[in-house]
Nanobody, 123 residues
């Protein structure tokens, strides 16, 4: 499975960005992780295909919204009220098979990764 992410950029605090990630084929789950300079990669959000269930890191709940277009195998991450601490490289990820809920926020649960797209929140 090939993943192609886009949509990163520079935005001021309080602004919005939308990330997109297109998969070459249908997968059970798709999501996003991020890695800030000097920090470990962390879970941001994920969504399953069927049933459609969404997952969010506590740090982005209420600000970010993940959605999925199953017809085009594309996942979107709408990021609102961005903060400087959201600055990171964002990685699209996918998993082909089902997995237990408790693993959905773990990087090792995902077997496909896209190239990162950089998000910088700064005035």
């Amino acid at each position: 499975v090939q993943l192609q992410a886009s949509g990163g950029g520079l935005v001021q605090p309080g602004g919005s960005l939308r990330l997109s990630c297109a998969a070459s084929e249908r997968t059970y789950s798709m999501g996003w992780f991020r890695q800030a300079p000097g920090k470990e990669r962390e879970f941001v959000s994920a969504v399953t295909l069927s049933p459609k269930v969404t997952y969010y890191a506590d740090s982005v709940k209420g600000r970010f919204t993940i959605s999925r277009d199953s017809s085009s195998n594309t996942v979107y991450l709408q990021m609102n009220s961005l903060k400087p601490e959201d600055t990171a490289v964002y990685y699209c990820t996918a998993r082909s098979g089902r997995i237990i809920t408790s693993m959905m926020k773990r990087a090792e649960a995902y077997n496909y990764w896209g190239q990162g797209t950089e998000v910088t929140v700064s005035s």
